[in-house]
Structure formats: structure tokens, C-alpha cells
């Protein structure tokens, strides 16, 4: 029965097809057909768009949620963030409040040490009444002082015990500070300091004996004779730096000679000038040596400095002179009894030359500063009027 009614409605759906032939062969248009779908089909297809509307709005929940728990997870990490944060700080506050009882507790502790100690507690290896540790006792009296170095190698004094007494002994090294403080000062790194330390311990203690006259003597003779060794030592040193860099000068002189920019004629080898200039000031800087009259300076770099300028004058003074006579800007170069005439015509007279500008530090900066009012006064005759120019 099914059958037939689907066989029917499938007829009924169907036009005959012997009416659309003959229909086609007599030239009758015919109207298309028109299908009805069932109303079960129509239902199905409302559901389906009923279901893809829940859907719809479904997946739209789904995304709102994950924003907001993605903005949640965010303010979770900015939140966790500041709490780190605010631990550190809180941990950072706690060190500070334990590093400064600590700090508190020191000072607690240094200054009943300091109302405390006396000459009695002076000893090898304990702190004084500074917290400086104390390396090396050199003299104690019972109750009335002691002199000892300390681990950074300064010496220092521990006063008598008695406030009187120790008032007196202040004043006493206050007459002496000056000398103290100087022999300190030169000892301190030098290759003699623990022998100058015991020196400087022995003049102090004759202060603190109240042996004002007999301290200052000792300490003045204590200073003078290690002034007089780090000056010997600073000469040395200077001669030394002085002859180093002599060389390297020669040696460089030699290269721009031969090798960069050689002469042919000995009037314009200013390199030969130059080399003259340079044994000249190390001549000079020897008998300086010799004389004693180099100033103290146990700085190696300053020394160094110094031999430098000075040799670089001797060399620069050497080439300028032979420049100056052998362009004319000089007619004559006197220093005493020596003088220098006309054209440079031997390697001799070039290195004589120069080795008098080197050895006389004076010479060229007199010969400029006497050519520069002649220049001067020169300049100002020929730009004068003949009529105006003043006879002679």
C-alpha cells in the first residue's frame, strides 16, 4: 500500500511523457512543473537551522569565556607579580634592619671598648681602642702608655691611663705631629719601612715620656735621613728612566734618518741636529746627577715624564738651530764663549750645533725671546712713513 501511494505521488510528480512529445512536436509550450516538498522535510530543515542557531550562540559563550578567563589569567600574573615584588621588599627591609643592628652592636661594642681600653690591653693580634688590629707592640710602660703598629702598617701610641697624665702626654705630641706625620708619610711602602717605623716608635716614645726636646731632635734626625735616601733612590731611578729613553729617542732618530725621510746635505739633516740635541740633554741631565740637583721623586712615572720632556726639548732645540742658521732667521748663535756663524756645511758642525742646543736648555728660548721685539720693532720701521720714522 506504501508503494503505491510513493509510486502515486512519484506519478504525480512526474508529467506524462507521451503529452510532453506530442506537446513538443505540435509547438505547444508547456508550463515547468512545480514540486511541493513534503511538510516532514520542511520540519527537519527548521530544526536543523533551530540547531545550528543553539550552536551558534554556543560557540559565541564558549569564545566570551575564554576572553574573560584569558583577562583573568593576565590580572592573576600582574597580581603574583606584585606580590614577588612586595616579598623582595620585604626581604630587602629585613637585611637592611639586620645589617643595621649589626652595625649598631659595632658601635655599641667599639665604644665601651674605647671607655674601656687601657695600656694594660695593648697586645700582638687584639684590636685597640679604634678596632684597628695591632700587629706589633714596640714599647709599653704600665699605666702610662705604649707604641704599636697596626695591621695597615701606621704607627700609633695607647696614652697613660690616668686622664692627667694623659693630657700632658697630648700636648707633647702635638709639638712633634708635624715630623711624625712626614716620616710616616715617607716610610709608608718604602723598601727601609720597618726600620723607620721602629725609629718613629722611638721618637714617640720619648714624647709620651714627656721628653719633648730629646723627641723632636730624634725624629728630625729619623726624617732627615730618610728624605735623603728616597732623594738618592729618586736620582737613580731618573738616571735610569733618562738613559731608557735616550735610547729609544736614538733608535727613532736613526730610523726617520735612514729609512722615512733622509737628507742628503748636513745644513738641512735636522734628524742629525736632532740626535746631537738628544746626547746633549742626556749630557745635561748627567751632570745634574752628578751635582745632586735633581728634585725628589720616587714616582716612576713622573720621572719618566720628566727625562721625556727633557730629552724631546734637546732634540727639538738641536733641529731648530740648525733650521735658523741655515735659513738665516739667525746670523749667529753665541752661548759664552762658543758661537755658530753662517751655512752648516759639515756633519760636524751639524752635530755640534745641535749637541749645543741640547746641553744649553736655556739657549733657544733666549734666542726667541731676543728676536721677537727685533721682529717686532722691525715690523713696526717699515710700516712707518719715511717721514715719521724716528732717526737714529
Known sequence: MADETQRGSASGLQPDIAAVL????????LDPPTEHPPSDTVDRMASVADEAAHLARHDSEILERSARLTALEAEAGRQRQRLEALHAASGDQAADIERLDVLARKAADTRARRDDFSVADVGKGVDDREGRQIEEVFARKTGSYAVYRVKDGDVWVQMADSSEDAEKQRVALGKISIVRWDIDRLADGW?????????????????????????????????????????IAGRVQYM?????????????????????????????????????????????????????????????????????????????????????????????????????????????????????GGFVERLVPSLLEKAQPQSAAQGAAQGAAPGQQKAT
Open 22 to 29: 506530442s506537446a513538443e512536436s505540435a509547438g505547444v509550450e
Open 191 to 231: 723598601k727601609r719601612e720597618a726600620h723607620y717605623h721602629r725609629e718613629l716608635a722611638a721618637g714617640l716614645q720619648l714624647a709620651l715620656g714627656l721628653d719633648e726636646q730629646g723627641a723632636q731632635d730624634k725624629l728630625t734626625r729619623v726624617l732627615d735621613a730618610l728624605r735623603q735616601e728616597r732623594a
Open 240 to 356: 735610569f728612566l733618562s738613559a731608557c729613553l735616550a735610547a729609544i729617542l736614538l733608535c727613532a732618530l736613526y730610523v726617520f734618518s735612514e729609512l722615512i725621510y733622509p737628507f742628503s746635505t748636513p745644513s738641512t739633516n735636522v734628524w742629525l741636529a736632532g740626535k746631537g740635541g738628544l746626547v746633549g740633554a742626556f749630557l745635561s741631565v748627567a751632570i745634574s746627577f752628578r751635582g745632586r740637583t735633581v728634585a725628589l721623586d720616587n714616582d716612576w712615572k713622573s720621572n719618566a715624564m720628566e727625562g721625556a720632556v727633557r730629552l724631546s726639548i734637546g732634540v727639538i732645540a738641536g733641529g731648530f738651530l740648525l733650521l735658523a742658521l741655515g735659513s738665516g732667521f739667525l746670523a749667529r748663535v753665541v752661548a759664552g764663549d762658543v758661537s755658530g756663524v753662517g751655512q752648516i756645511a759639515t756633519w760636524q758642525a751639524a752635530v755640534t750645533l745641535g749637541f749645543l
